[in-house]
């Protein structure tokens, strides 16, 4: 396994330092594997919350040009779907 060495601000290092000393990490490097983890779901997710927008985006577009419009106030379209 590749080895770092990364530089954290006091507070982020106090962190990991009382995370392994409740018992919960073996190791500093498995409080921030386990942090990297976290923040690689999270980004994900927020990759595919982006994807579906775009996705949506192209129905609406598609729609739009082939003429499939609604000019109603939003609110009353809102109000349907909550129906």
Same mark, same amino acid.
């Given at each position: 396994?590749?080895?770092?060495?990364?530089?954290?601000?006091?507070?982020?290092?106090?962190?990991?330092?009382?995370?392994?000393?409740?018992?919960?990490?073996?190791?500093?490097?498995?409080?921030?594997?386990? %942090?990297? *983890? &976290?923040?690689?779901?999270?980004? %994900?997710?927020?990759?595919?919350? &982006?994807?579906?927008? *775009?996705? %949506?985006?192209?129905?609406?577009?598609?729609?739009?040009?082939?003429? *499939?419009?609604?000019? *109603?106030?939003?609110?009353?379209?809102?109000?349907?779907?909550?129906?």
């Amino acid at each position: 396994m590749p080895t770092m060495n990364v530089s954290l601000p006091e507070t982020l290092a106090s962190f990991v330092e009382r995370q392994v000393a409740s018992g919960g990490y073996a190791s500093q490097s498995e409080v921030v594997r386990d %942090a990297l *983890r &976290l923040l690689h779901r999270e980004k %994900a997710a927020e990759q595919e919350k &982006l994807e579906m927008l *775009r996705r %949506a985006v192209m129905v609406g577009f598609e729609d739009w040009r082939e003429g *499939r419009l609604d000019d *109603r106030p939003i609110d009353d379209i809102l109000d349907e779907i909550d129906e």
